[in-house]
């Protein structure tokens, strides 16, 4: 029989980083395992723990949804959310990301659930002028760079801080670009399935990277954890983005970007990938917010989750071997 103590809640447990969360779970021998879902999810990445778990299909920005499945919940994993720079999207990712995050705070409240471990992002941090390393301290600055997906994010981190203020316990992953094993027709794991067919070009910034494991491994560890409000990063290592590229090119055997993307030729190809967009009803794989943070260069410290935490990260280059040898298969 379940109780408060085991039973944990997971909220988007057939993407990309919650169904690791998932697995994480598992392997470490929790019961009581509650994934939710959005009714017409794929169930790609959640095949091999279809059976394992209690599935209850529904949308986050419930209360009524979030009060059944948050019964008797000691611990709460709130993995859901939209990634996109699409501006199409602009609307979902506030009412998801933002007001979806406030949903789940105030059901956690009502549930009186020990403990909310929220997966933020590094996006969340914003883009300050004239810092070349961020780490959990830097606060959000109002900014032409900021998309509105990193808003978004910024703002369901008020949520949980408000539900902090108001008496919940609650910690914050906020992770870098996640890489892995994943669907290789979505999400940043994509670039993979990019690189393979050819890139020629490659942008000029650089970024923070991160194996999904680590991600969903980091919030399971985090349940238990006394930290209470606090923002933990998520990030094995920044690089260039033609470093990224060549890396994975390399692993896959074929020829890695030689030259820098002009600014002429990627909103050329903004305009394509648009309107192939339009036409096969994918989503877009570039756009003018993901070209600017292409551009961008921003490294992370991870110095906070690998010294309290006593946590090594993946390598990087373990990351993209194993990714690519699973993209092969």
Known sequence: ????????????????????????LIRQGHEGIVALRRKGSSRRLSATFESKVQWKEGDIEDPVF??????????????????????????ELMRINAGGTAAVVNACLRAGVRKLVH??????????????VLDEQVEWTESP???????????????????????????????G???GVGDWTQGSVRLLDVVAKGVPFYPSGMNGFVDVRDVADLCVLMMQHPDNGGRWIACSESVSYRQLLTDIADEMGVRPPR?????????AYIAWDTLCSKIS?????????SYRVGQSKFRYSNDKVRTQLDYTFIP????ISEAVAAYRM
């Open 281 to 289: 009803g994918k989503p877009r794989f570039l756009t003018k917010d």
């Open 177 to 179: 670009t996640v890489l």
């Open 145 to 175: 760079n900021n998309t509105p997906y990193a808003l978004s994010k910024h703002l369901a981190e008020l949520e949980i801080l408000r539900g902090v203020a108001e008496g919940l316990q609650a910690s914050m992953i906020l992770p």
């Open 259 to 267: 030259r820098l993307a002009p600014r002429w030729l990627a909103y």
């Open 1 to 24: 029989m379940e109780t408060r103590l085991n039973k944990v809640v997971v909220s988007g447990a057939s993407g990309l980083v919650g169904s690791y969360v998932v697995r994480a």
């Open 316 to 319: 990087l280059r373990q990351t």
């Open 119 to 132: 997966v933020s992002s590094v996006a969340a941090l914003g883009r300050p002028p004239g810092v070349e």
């Open 66 to 91: 979030l009060d059944e499945v948050l019964q008797g919940a000691g611990y709460f994993i709130h993995a859901a959310g939209v990634v996109s720079f699409d501006p199409a999207h602009k609307e």
